[in-house]
């Protein structure tokens, strides 16, 4: 059974930092394409970073470029979204997704993937 477990999200003020965290069972991150989708109240799902199978290829979305930085460690099997100079607007529920069926250096930036974390919360606010 597939499981992305997302953690690591929260209140911040503008300008501050956060980490996110996916913890994949069922699944192994290193064979498969993942991305960090996110979606805030009233708006649609937007598809923020993603990275390939091989890892070589990581893609961001321009709302975000240069402030996240996406990274994968396949000794934990874990995910991450490192977060900084964050903004209200980054202000969404952030979403772990996965897929085996992608090729090795594709990673698509949108909602199409078949495997998904319950997502966290975050809040920039001051």
């Known amino acids: 059974q597939v499981q992305l477990v997302e953690s690591g999200g929260g209140l911040v003020q503008p300008g501050g930092s956060l980490r996110l965290s996916c913890a994949a069972s069922?699944?192994?991150?290193?064979?498969?394409?993942i991305a960090w989708i996110r979606q805030a109240p009233g708006k649609e799902r937007e598809g923020i970073s993603c990275?390939?199978?091989?890892?070589?290829?990581?893609k961001y979305a321009d709302s975000v470029k240069g402030r996240f930085t996406m990274s994968r460690d396949d000794l934990e099997n874990k995910a991450y979204l490192t977060m900084s100079s964050l903004e209200p607007e980054d202000t969404a529920i952030y979403y772990c997704v996965g897929d085996r069926d992608f090729s090795t250096n594709y990673c698509p930036l949108n909602p199409l993937y078949n495997y998904w974390g319950q997502g966290t919360q975050v809040t920039v606010s001051s």
């Open positions: 069922g699944f192994t991150l290193r064979n498969s394409t």
């Open positions: 990275m390939s199978k091989s890892g070589e290829r990581i």
